[in-house]
T-cell receptor
Framework: AQSVAQPEDQVNVAEGNPLTVKCTYS??????LFWYVQYPNRGLQFLLK??????LVKGSYGFEAEFNKSQTSFHLKKPSALVSDSALYFC????????????FGAGTTVTVRA | DAGITQSPRYKITETGRQVTLMCHQT?????MFWYRQDLGHGLRLIYY???????DKGEVPDGYVVSRSKTENFPLTLESATRSQTSVYFC???????????FGPGTRLLVL
């Protein structure tokens, strides 16, 4: 079975400070990992993914994430947060040994204060 | 416009009524998915489909029915709506050689 944990329900940062949203996963094989962002009353927007290759993945809007196999983590980061980054962030994992189903974390609400 | 659309965007119904939520994608993606989003649970998979006429249960399928007669459409039916099915429902799709699921705008359903 595959699963994802986002240990923080909320993350609060000041604009201009680094932003980190944590994610850990559990799969039986090599994981495919994803980050999505959801703005109020909107659908989920894809940010970035890790399939294979370089452990540091760069995505949309200046976000990046680092895959750490030994710690089974895929933390989302942004060097300098913007107020407009305030949203709900979801980490998701897929075990490619099975089908195309994704398992999502419960989500982390990010608030960036001016 | 190309993409994935859902209708209706908002729906209020009563307990016991049948409700159908529509999902349409223009990418000819093979895989389509239905999720529900509830506070504290993230997104949970209800049903998915690997191709036309191929569907399978997800994590929380009870009380829901799906069909997929055409590749581009994947309707979700609540046979007899219950209050516990009040939620936001998202449809998603992905192609055979892609890994990223792309999501529709969602349907907000209230069951009274």
């Amino acid at each position: 079975a595959q699963s994802v944990a986002q240990p923080e329900d909320q993350v609060n940062v000041a604009e201009g400070n680094p932003l980190t949203v944590k994610c850990t996963y559990s799969v039986s094989g090599n994981p495919y990992l994803f980050w999505y962002v959801q703005y109020p009353n909107r659908g989920l927007q894809f940010l970035l993914k890790y399939i294979t290759g370089d452990n540091l993945v760069k995505g949309s809007y200046g976000f990046e994430a680092e895959f750490n196999k030994s710690q089974t983590s895929f933390h989302l980061k942004k060097p300098s947060a913007l107020v407009s980054d305030s949203a709900l962030y979801f980490c998701a994992v897929r075990d490619p040994l099975y089908d195309y189903k994704l398992s999502f974390g419960a989500g982390t609400t990010v608030t960036v204060r001016a | 416009d190309a993409g994935i659309t859902q209708s209706p965007r908002y729906k209020i119904t009563e307990t016991g009524r049948q409700v159908t939520l529509m999902c349409h994608q223009t990418w000819s993606h093979s895989y389509m998915f239905w999720y529900r989003q509830d506070l504290g649970h993230g997104l949970r998979l209800i049903y998915y489909s690997a191709a036309a006429d191929i569907t399978d249960k997800g994590e929380v399928p009870d009380g829901y029915v799906v069909s997929r007669s055409k590749t581009e459409n994947f309707p979700l039916t609540l046979e007899s709506a219950t209050r516990s099915q009040t939620s936001v429902y998202f449809c998603a799709s992905t192609g055979t050689r892609q890994e990223t699921q792309y999501f529709g705008p969602g349907t907000r359903l209230l069951v009274l």
